[in-house]
């Protein structure tokens, strides 16, 4: 180009390798010309021709980020060279890019995979610790009822011991799976609390609603029809579940309702399991 308004018009819509940029040209100059195309890659090899070698002038090109310059009349061997020592300078930022694109990826995955229990493939118990924080300061911003489901494979024990710790894993991988589909909310949350033990985040849910929730996840392992012979008449793996709800504030903490959770898992476990039991208003901040 003739002239650095046509090149930077071109340099806005095309892809460029190595930019070779006169110091002296009409209408705008070659740092003036230089600006402008930083403003749209920072990173694009350019090399700054000029005839006049002053301390300024150099100042100036590095100080606008030039990778390079050349003093006319210039080579064609010197000037071959740097194009491919351009050339090579832009692969290595390339591979610089795609190596941290890559890395952050692979930090981001493995994020990700240590949020997830390792058997089942759901949120572990960090991940859980981490999300009752947040749904708890959340829906006590906007005072809004937040429930919890715990929820208790029942005679796991016996299970494990008549079919083996394999079969037993692979009782919990499905049970997982059948309650994870039974929460159709996109901001619920399931997680393995520990060894046979489940328990759900329920945000904007009160009391009612996270009942009806409870009974869908007991009726999604119910549904599965595993079999087993030492638990109950129908010979099935079932769930035993403590549902209760709070409206957080800034003064209770999060252990409370998961207190409250597990003391109505406590109540189903002991009053004959495979079923559901909510909290009543034995506190004052519980919601009945």
Known sequence: ???????????????????????????????????????????????????????NLMDEAIGSQISDYLIKPVSPVVLGAKIKAMQ?????RKTLVETTQKLDSANQELQRLSALDGLTGIPNRRRFDETVQIEWRRNARVASPLALAMIDVDCFKPYNDHYGHLAGDDCLRQIATAMQNALKRPGDMLARYGGEEFVAILPSTPLSGGLLIAQNL?????????????????????VSIGVAAITPDYVATPALLIAAADEMLYKAKTSGRDQVQRSEEHTSELQS
């Open 1 to 55: 180009f003739t002239n650095g308004f046509d090149a930077i018009d071109y340099f806005r819509d095309h892809v460029v390798d190595v930019v070779l940029l006169d110091e002296t040209m009409p209408g705008i100059t070659g740092l003036e010309t230089l600006a402008k195309m930083k403003e749209v890659n920072q990173s694009l090899p350019i090399v700054l021709i000029t005839k006049n070698e002053t301390e």
């Open 88 to 92: 090579r300078l832009l692969d290595m």
């Open 218 to 238: 007991r009726d999604s392992v119910r549904q599965l029809g595993l079999l087993h012979e030492y638990s109950g008449e129908e010979k099935i793996v079932t």
